[in-house]
């Protein structure tokens, strides 16, 4: 890619973020979701692309607005995910660790995927490919030790607190490990066990949506990831048949979920997360954090941006 697409997008998760935290925590988790979607396709439209967009989790929700098939006034062909406000209730409740996020890649690279659970392990580059799903959470958190050089005690491991999780959760705490357990925004726990600096591994079941999200950053940042779709019943298979998945034992890595080096992903804090500030509101208008990598050149940019709401905001 000539232009760097990431510049793009992070203005518009960066707009979705305002919009959603001007109005957090007043309690109404549908509206904050859907207002942070029309932002983001607003913002998105400006953008000289045609723009199909891919692994939409909500698409088939009748509460909440649709994302259209294709954004951008025109232009080249490119693959879009667009996660305007992942952990809506915590952001409309007033929680941490809700965020706004959008992959922009090439055109059919990003790999269609049912919208369904996925149990994922996710390190950074400095762990690598040591990891593997089919292995006990023990035996993985023992090989992470050892690749950092670490105590198992000095290990965390950053899980979201499910009920589901509960097995996970005392094995972990068995084998000695740390325990960062996060409400919400799998995506930010993932971040942070990528760029190592809140946890050292992420492992558990989310959508399997956020795994394409996730193996977008990793094709950025570097890192490893492993997915397993979890299915419960025959219409749970059917729904992966029609995404062109037969194996219903694939361990999904980030070349089955992102087939191409020319990807952007841009991510921008609505509140505080594991990843990222949340908005500070100021006099003038507000500050956002942002983080926008581009995988060609694995450049990324931590940005701090101050809006000034008296100077033509788009929003
Ligand atoms: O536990 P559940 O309800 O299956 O949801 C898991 C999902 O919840 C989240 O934490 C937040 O999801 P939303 O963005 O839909 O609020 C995701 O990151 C994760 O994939």
Redesign the pocket.
């Known amino acids: 890619m000539n232009i760097n697409y990431g510049m793009e997008i992070v203005r518009a998760t960066e707009i979705a973020a305002l919009t959603a935290a001007r109005i957090q925590g007043l309690g109404n988790h549908d509206d904050i979701l859907n207002q942070a979607r029309f932002a983001i396709i607003k913002t998105l439209n400006r953008l000289m692309i045609n723009g199909n967009v891919i692994n939409d ?1 909500f698409s088939e929700r009748k509460e909440i607005c649709k994302l259209p098939q294709t954004l951008g006034e025109g232009g080249p062909e490119m693959d879009l995910m667009v996660v305007a ?5 915590a952001a409309a409740d007033g929680r941490n660790n809700s965020t706004s996020y959008t992959v922009i890649a090439e055109d059919g690279s990003i790999q269609s995927i049912p919208n369904l ?1 996925m149990y994922k392990i996710v390190v950074g580059p400095e762990v690598g490919e040591v990891i593997d799903i089919n292995q006990s959470p023990t035996a993985n958190v023992k090989r992470v030790a050892r690749v950092l050089r670490k105590y198992t005690e000095n290990v965390t491991v950053c899980i ?1 607190n ?1 009920k589901r999780h509960k097995g996970l959760i005392d094995e972990v705490r068995s084998c000695g490990a740390r325990i960062k357990l996060i409400e ?4 930010s726990g993932c971040l942070a066990a990528i760029s190592g600096e809140k946890a050292d591994i992420y492992m558990g079941y ?2 399997a949506p ?1 795994g394409t999200v996730v193996a977008a950053a990793i094709s950025c940042l570097g890192g490893y990831l492993e997915g397993k779709i979890s299915y419960d019943n025959a219409s749970d298979r059917e729904q992966a048949i029609a995404h062109g998945i037969n194996d219903f034992n694939k361990v999904f890595r980030v070349e089955d979920l992102i087939n191409s080096r020319k990807i952007s992903f841009a991510a921008t804090g609505v509140t505080d997360g594991e990843f990222l500030e949340g908005v500070r509101f100021t006099a003038t208008g507000a500050v956002t954090n942002s983080f926008v990598a581009r995988s060609e050149t694995r450049t990324y940019r931590n940005l701090t941006t101050n809006h000034f709401f008296d100077y033509n905001p788009v929003f």
């Open positions: 989790r406000l992942e952990a809506q209730h659970h979201l499910r919400e925004g799998e995506i989310g959508y956020e």
